[in-house]
Antibody, heavy 131, light 105 residues
């Protein structure tokens, strides 16, 4: 059974840092891209970041709203993906979900470009940024 | 930045068909995913790559995408389909979600 368990959320002051962790189990972690999506209280989903699997160089992508402040990384030996959040702002307050990212496939079973959908989600961890 | 627009709400009677739209510039040139989120729960993918249904998702969920609009259709809507639905697409190397549509049955 695929499981994604986030941890590390909490209350933090503006300008401070926080690191989220997502511990994965039930699948070959190193074979998948992983991501983070957040949801502010009472609001919609916002894509945050993606880290590709080793075969794709573990390269990373970020939403414009967090680029330069957040950093995603992974430890394949421990099946953990991290989100380092620096210079936090009040607008970063949200539930942060860890996601497993699945490639699209064409009818021949080949990857379709560098595109994904989130086939598994964690339960989320709440980050509150307030003074 | 790329934007996806969804109606805030859709109301449907049980057993009827609900259509949820997602609009974006040349959206038909991109693949669209759809997620269902019930109160207090994590999202679940119901349609990916425009038209594909993950295993375990009922066949009453279907998708289409053409021109500037993608549509999630729920045929024979059930009470437990009541939820928020979000479309998602990739614009270059970043993903974008629509604002979400609350479906009331």
């Amino acid at each position: 059974e695929v499981q994604l368990v986030e941890s590390g959320g909490g209350l933090v002051q503006p300008g401070r840092s926080l690191r989220l962790s997502c511990t994965a189990s039930g699948f070959a972690f190193g074979d998948y891209a992983m991501g983070w999506v957040r949801q502010a209280p009472g609001k919609g989903l916002e894509w945050v970041s993606l880290i590709r699997r080793k075969a794709y160089g573990e390269t990373t992508e970020y939403a414009a709203s967090v680029r330069g402040r957040f950093s995603i990384s992974r430890d394949n030996s421990k099946s953990i993906v991290y989100l380092q959040m620096n210079s936090l702002k009040t607008e970063d307050t949200a539930v942060y979900y860890c996601t497993r990212e699945m490639h699209y496939y064409d009818s021949s079973g080949h990857h379709v470009a560098d595109l994904y959908y989130s086939d598994y989600w964690g339960q989320g961890t709440l980050v509150s940024v307030s003074s | 930045s790329y934007e996806l627009t969804q109606p805030p709400s859709v109301s449907v009677s049980p057993g009827q068909t609900a259509s949820i739209t997602c609009s974006g510039h040349s959206l038909g040139d991109k693949y669209v995913n759809w997620y269902q989120q019930k109160p207090g729960q994590s999202p679940v993918v119901v349609i990916y790559q425009d038209i594909k249904r993950p295993s375990g998702i009922p066949a009453r969920f279907s998708g289409s995408n053409s021109g500037n609009r993608a549509t999630l259709t729920i045929s024979g809507t059930q009470a437990w389909d009541e939820a928020d639905y979000y479309c998602q697409a990739w614009d270059g190397n970043t993903a974008v979600f629509g604002g979400g549509t609350k479906v009331t049955v």
